[in-house]
Each structure stands twice: as C-alpha cells, then as structure tokens.
T-cell receptor, first 112, second 114 residues
Framework: QKEVEQNSGPLSVPEGAIASLNCTYS??????FFWYRQYSGKSPELIMF????GDKEDGRFTAQLNKASQYVSLLIRDSQPSDSATYLC????????????FGTGTRLKVLA | SQTIHQWPATLVQPVGSPLSLECTVE??????LYWYRQAAGRGLQLLFY??????ISSEVPQNLSASRPQDRQFILSSKKLLLSDSGFYLC?????????????FGDGTRLSIL
C-alpha cells in the first residue's frame, strides 16, 4: 500500500462544476495535510493546508479532513479551465520529522 | 515576503559529468531546506533536507550529495551523473523549527542526462 494514494485521473469536469479530489494516507500518525497545484512543466504551488478534522475554506477551495477514515479531499467550486492541472496531496507526521510524503497527483481537466 | 531562487532552469549533461544545482531563499532566516526529485509520472521523492547550516539529512542513498554552506543556500551535487539521475529537481523551504509548516517550492531544474 502506498503511503499517500491519489487517483491519477484524469478527472474531467465541466466549467462551473465542483471538482472533488481525494487522497488517502496510511500513517495514522499523520497530522499535517497539504494540497499543491502543479501545472505541466512547472513546480508545485501551495493551495491549502489543514491540520484539524473538518472543513477549511479559502475562496473557491475547500479542504476536508477525516483522520478516522484517513482521507483528505479538496473541493474546487466553480471550476475554471485555468484550474486544469495536477493536484498533489502531501502529509507530514509533525513529530519532529521533516519528511513530507507526496502522492503522485490527480490530473484535473476542466472543460470549457 | 519570502522568495526562493533555483538555477539553472534546464540542464543537459553527459553521463559521468559532475553536477551542481543551487538554491537560495530570501526574506526569511534559518529556513528548513529540501531537495526533491520528480520523475515523469511519479511523485516527489525527498532527497535531502537541512534544518541548519552544515546539517544535512539524506533520505535516499545514491550518488548525490547536498551541502548548506550558508543559512539560506542549499546545493545539490554529484561527482558523476548516471542516466537515472534525469528528472525535475525541486528545492523547497519551510519555516524553521516546526515540521508541520507548508513547503514552498522553487521553479525547479529540469535535468537531462545524455
């Protein structure tokens, strides 16, 4: 089992729809969770981070964390073609380790 | 605000040649620094991280090495490149002292080995 798993996609959604990206992790000790957006050929860009169970909203983005079920998700409301990218999930144990574990990413395509 | 600079953006090197990639951070002191490699279609692989000058932790044994000669400078090196060293190399920083802080990435170096 991979430490951080994401469906590689592509996930295709029409413009204006809600895109839902999911990530599961295997280490129950994980405490910090991050979402990055990576355009083709570019470096990852931080979108959001979440530490506590529940939802965290930032503009069109909402991160959802469920530690009991070991998953974290990212919702993108009113999806735009410019949101088309690969979305990376990363987790960290936050116990003195600086090792962030990244998933391989989900490719999102927003269709105009 | 903090910025991270990484160069060069692209590099083509022959097998067996040396490598030096440099990364500097501005606008913050004593950052945690990281080197990652991203192979095509794969996730980010942590290569090295550093929590202070001269302090380097290696995550993957290979023919690469890292150094941190100054607080905000992180260098990735190799004496002899292998074909398998091709990839997208990313430097990142996070705030010092806490391991749960988000990482911020530089623009990356795309390395091709011929």
């Amino acid at each position: 089992q991979k430490e951080v798993e994401q469906n590689s996609g592509p996930l295709s959604v029409p413009e204006g729809a809600i895109a839902s990206l999911n990530c599961t992790y295997s280490d129950r000790g994980s405490q910090s969770f991050f979402w990055y957006r990576q355009y083709s050929g570019k470096s990852p860009e931080l979108i959001m981070f979440i530490y506590s169970n529940g939802d965290k909203e930032d503009g069109r983005f909402t991160a959802q964390l469920n530690k009991a079920s070991q998953y974290v998700s990212l919702l993108i409301r009113d999806s735009q073609p410019s949101d088309s990218a690969t979305y990376l999930c990363a987790v960290n144990r936050d116990s003195g380790t600086y090792k962030y574990i990244f998933g391989t990413g989900t490719r999102l395509k927003v269709l105009a | 605000s903090q910025t991270i600079h990484q160069w060069p953006a692209t590099l083509v090197q022959p097998v067996g040649s040396p490598l030096s990639l440099e990364c500097t951070v501005e606008g913050t002191s004593n950052p945690n620094l990281y080197w990652y490699r991203q192979a095509a279609g794969r996730g980010l692989q942590l290569l090295f991280y550093s929590v202070g000058i001269g302090q380097i932790s290696s995550e993957v044994p290979q023919n690469l090495s890292a150094s941190r000669p100054q607080d905000r400078q992180f260098i990735l090196s190799s004496k002899k490149l292998l074909l398998s060293d091709s990839g997208f190399y990313l430097c990142a920083w996070s705030r010092q002292g806490r391991s749960n802080q988000p990482q911020h990435f530089g623009d990356g170096t795309r390395l091709s080995i011929l």
